[in-house]
């Protein structure tokens, strides 16, 4: 299985943009979908989580009510909507999946890089 992340950019701050992530099958019967960030000098960190089966989501407290995760079966596709963007969100953004049963992240997206200028 193949990920393919895509929709970042610059942009600022106060605006927003919506990533993409587009698989190329299914990677477990039920899995997560995850969406990462590594920002410059920090350790890389969960953003938000779909539970592809059942639909419940995960969000970081940095984020939680700005940024919505979604999914579309139909496309195969996972989307991170991100709304009043803070410069501080600025990173490398990351699309991953796990299987429900496991705690570890299997395959990855290449990331695509968010900046937010003040």
């Known amino acids: 299985v193949q990920l393919q992340a895509s929709g970042g950019g610059l942009v600022q701050a106060g605006g927003s943009l919506r990533l993409s992530c587009a698989a190329s099958?299914?990677?477990?019967?039920?899995?997560?979908m995850g969406w990462f960030r590594r920002a410059p000098g920090k350790e890389r960190e969960i953003v938000a989580r779909?539970?592809?089966?059942?639909?419940?989501?995960y969000y970081a407290d940095s984020v939680k009510g700005r940024f919505t995760i979604s999914g579309d079966d139909a496309k195969n596709s996972v989307y991170l909507q991100m709304n009043s963007l803070k410069p501080e969100d600025t990173a490398v953004y990351y699309c991953?999946?796990?299987?429900?049963?496991?705690?570890?992240?299997?395959?990855w997206g290449q990331g695509t890089l968010v900046t937010v200028s003040s």
């Open positions: 991953a999946a796990r299987a429900v049963t496991r705690s570890t992240y299997d395959y």
């Open positions: 099958g299914r990677p477990f019967s039920s899995y997560f």
């Open positions: 779909l539970n592809w089966s059942g639909g419940s989501t």
